[in-house]
């Protein structure tokens, strides 16, 4: 089952604050999150761990709550660049495979 | 600089046709998927593989099939098009070690008319 995000979409002005939020109904090892801008390939922002660790962006921030299957993002002081398609993403183990499930996606955009 | 390549941007087909989409990765990646993207919907699997001729469904394989003879290939097959296949596709590659990124290709769109 895909993960869900919310909101579907926001509007933005540049400076504004967003959050977007990815549930699983499925126990989580890691969440990644990726950006789409329009017309590109989806591409890779950061991948929490359990216990804390996060790996990636600098100018975006992100929290996992592993026990309530949630991670949110932090868009913070937006910029027109952040304009594009979030995804949530929840790898998990399917035998000896690496399944990667993505969620239904969150449209951002920032106007002046 | 990881390169994930899909055969076309856009492909137009008719219904009944079969239709193969293919996917060439230059990582030595051992994980390859693939999406499809429809507005509202997300990102979702049809299929993945983990190795060379071993494939696993997705949460919507119906009406497709994939094949992986060599590492760096893997296609996905649409048997019978059908109009409901109209869609855009997306295919993306994995190491096999746990904790890493996915890096996508461009994206196949599909039309079936």
């Known amino acids: 089952q895909q993960p869900v995000q919310s909101p579907q979409a926001v509007i933005l002005r540049e400076g504004e604050d967003a959050v977007i939020n990815c549930s699983s109904s499925?126990?989580?090892?890691?969440v990644h999150w990726y950006r789409q801008k329009h017309g590109e390939a989806p591409v890779f922002l950061m991948i929490?761990?359990?216990?804390?660790e996060q790996k990636g962006h600098d100018k975006i921030s992100a929290s996992f709550n592993e026990k309530k299957q949630q991670s949110s993002l932090y868009l913070t002081a937006s910029q027109l660049s952040y304009s594009g398609t979030y995804f949530c993403g929840t790898p998990a183990l399917k035998g000896t495979a690496s399944k990667l499930t993505f969620g239904t996606g969150t449209r951002l955009q920032v106007t002046l | 600089d990881v390169k994930v390549t899909q055969s076309s941007r856009y492909l137009v087909k008719r219904t009944g046709e079969k239709v193969f989409l293919e996917c060439v990765q230059d990582?030595?990646?051992?994980?390859m998927f693939w999406y499809r993207q429809d507005p509202g919907l997300g990102l979702r699997l049809i299929y993945f593989s983990y190795d060379v001729k071993m494939k696993e469904k997705g949460d919507i394989p119906e009406g497709y099939s994939v094949s992986r003879e060599k590492k760096e290939r893997f296609s996905l097959i649409l048997e019978s098009a059908s109009t409901n296949q109209t869609s855009m596709y997306l295919c993306?590659?994995?190491?096999?070690?746990?904790?890493?990124?996915?890096?996508f290709g461009q994206g196949t769109r599909l039309t079936v008319v």
């Open positions: 993306a590659t994995r190491p096999g070690t746990l904790n890493t990124e996915a890096f």
């Open positions: 990582m030595d990646h051992e994980n």
């Open positions: 929490l761990l359990k216990g804390g």
């Open positions: 499925k126990a989580l090892y890691s």
